[in-house]
């Protein structure tokens, strides 16, 4: 009985160790940044904090627009409500591919008694121009790397950021 205890123990550490290294989009380490925005070895977003807790612009960014578009429904710090699932869990198995086609085009789930409607943002600019600012932030939280907090510290806003965000939003 003490062997199968310490054995199912083991397994736990095992699991929760990988967890810290992985979500939806696979490993989360930055490896390579352009202008400021990160990258994971696959080539998907990704965010950067410092050891001191500075976090990378898009990391910032994606705190602020998350609260203006999306706590309404999913609650503050992505940890969910009664009406939207916590984006915190949902991103630690879903890829950034499906989430930017669920943000892009909506869901409506016909399943419950009561119809739980996810909007679709594709066509609105305070979200569209900032997909990967909310998807960066939602990655952190997703693997414990900002808490629930806004982030402190951050990275400046590079020159090309700001010149993509104004072409974007048509400034
Ligand atoms: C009006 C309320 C509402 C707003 C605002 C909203 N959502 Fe949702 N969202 C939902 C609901 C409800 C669902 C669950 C739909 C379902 O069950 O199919 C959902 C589902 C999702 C999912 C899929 C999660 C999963 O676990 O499958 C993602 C990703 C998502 N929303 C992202 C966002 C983002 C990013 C924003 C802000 C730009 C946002 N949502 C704003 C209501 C909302």
Redesign the pocket.
């Known amino acids: 009985m003490r062997s199968i205890l310490l054995l199912a123990a083991a397994t736990i550490v095992i699991v929760a160790e990988r967890n810290a290294l992985a979500d939806g989009s696979g490993d989360p380490t930055a490896v390579k940044s352009e202008n400021g925005k990160y990258f994971d070895k696959d080539g998907i977003p990704t965010f950067k904090v410092a050891a001191d807790g500075t976090v990378d612009w898009y990391t910032y960014s994606g705190y602020r ?2 609260h203006s ?6 609650g503050p710090d992505g940890m969910g409500s009664s ?5 915190k ?3 630690k ?2 890829s950034y591919a ?2 930017l086609g ?2 892009a085009s ?4 016909v ?2 008694a009561q119809e ?4 679709a ?1 594709g066509d ?1 600019p305070n ?1 569209a121009c900032y ?1 990967d600012d ?2 960066i932030y ?1 990655r952190a939280r997703a693997d414990n790397a900002v808490g629930r907090v806004r982030p402190p510290k951050h990275e400046d806003k590079s020159a090309a950021y700001a010149e993509t965000e104004n072409a974007c939003m048509g400034h």
């Open positions: 627009r998350y578009d999306c706590h309404v429904c999913h009406y939207a699932p916590a984006l869990d949902s991103l198995t879903m499906d989430f669920v943000v909506g869901r409506k789930n399943n419950t739980n409607v996810m909007p943002f609105n979200v997909m909310i998807y939602l």
